[in-house]
């Protein structure tokens, strides 16, 4: 079962928050009948996305992650819900690449490597909060470094990892290493001498590593400290009728009216989970009234 839990290394110096997201990332690849290329890439995405849905307070709350570059896949998109309920697609799910040199899917070519990162929080208020930085190299984990070092003003480590073949899922996951104020040059050293030489979270979660033990791998502290409040992230997708009909409604009713004099009905399918809603003429005429 997917897990994600939060974690203090370094009595409290250092907040770690980890993800195992087989189940979720699988679950995408089936709902989007998605490639190993474009698995990885929504996968990735999925990943941070639950990562920074962690830090969701309420069920008033909700942010969307845009990724824009300009490599084949086109936008890669999820919405993430209080509870770490996520959902998310790509443009082109059937794209797909060959290996890089090195055998690694290439998420970077995939993405590509010009564009821009959107996160639109809405925490409730007025008016969401809106973060853009520009695509480092598309793989996706080293472009939320930058955006956490840009948009948030706070330096992290990113690491994700999608393990996937023709077959499908065969783990994923990935962390976000968060340095808290008071963290001082010793322990700042000591982390980034441990992080060169972990390996990648796929590979650890392949081998049936815990995340407590990964924790640990990862920060080299082995005194960490799990906070309470393990979470169950979950591949979900919230849409209805209704929606679809405020959707259509917005189009105003001279736009339905060109409808209905060249087709009888409107049939709308969800991005996220591609259902179905079919509007026939006694539904379009109502919206209109």
Do not use: W
Not at 107 to 120: S, Y
Not at 260 to 280: A, H, P, Q, R, S
Request: include cysteine; glycine fraction near 10%; hydrophobic fraction near 35%.
């Amino acid at each position: 079962m997917d897990r994600l839990i939060r974690c203090l290394a370094y009595g409290g110096k250092v907040s770690v928050t980890l993800i195992s997201s087989s189940e979720l990332v699988e679950k995408a690849r089936v709902t989007h009948d998605l490639t190993p290329t474009t698995t990885a890439a929504l996968g990735r995405l999925l990943t941070i996305g639950e990562l920074i849905g962690a830090g969701l307070k309420n069920d008033k709350e909700s942010f969307t992650i845009q990724v824009k570059g300009d490599g084949p896949i086109g936008n890669c998109v999820c919405v993430v819900n209080y509870g770490l309920k996520i959902k998310g697609y790509v443009q082109n799910p059937l794209v797909e690449l060959p290996l890089k040199e090195n055998g690694k899917i290439d998420v970077g070519g995939a993405v590509g490597r010009n564009g821009f990162i959107n996160v639109i929080k809405d925490m409730g208020m007025k008016e969401p909060y809106v973060g853009v930085t520009p695509i480092v190299t598309g793989e996706i984990a080293e472009d939320f470094v930058r955006f956490f070092a840009e948009s948030e003003q706070q330096p992290s480590v990113v690491s994700l990892g999608v393990l996937v073949d023709k077959d499908g899922v065969k783990s994923s996951g990935g962390y976000l290493v968060t340095l808290m104020p008071d963290a001082d040059e010793d322990v700042i050293s000591r982390l980034e001498e441990n992080l060169n030489k972990v390996p990648p979270i796929s590979s650890m979660l392949e081998k049936n590593a815990s995340l407590e033990e990964i924790a640990e791998i990862v920060t080299g502290d082995s005194n960490i400290f799990v906070l309470e409040g393990e979470d169950v992230p979950k591949f979900v997708c919230d849409c209805n009728r209704e929606r679809f009909e405020r959707g259509l409604i917005s189009l105003g009713k001279e736009e339905l009216k060109n409808v209905l004099k060249t087709d009888n009905k409107i049939e709308t399918v969800c991005n996220f989970c591609g259902k179905k809603y079919v509007f026939n003429k006694d539904d379009i005429e109502k919206l209109m009234m």
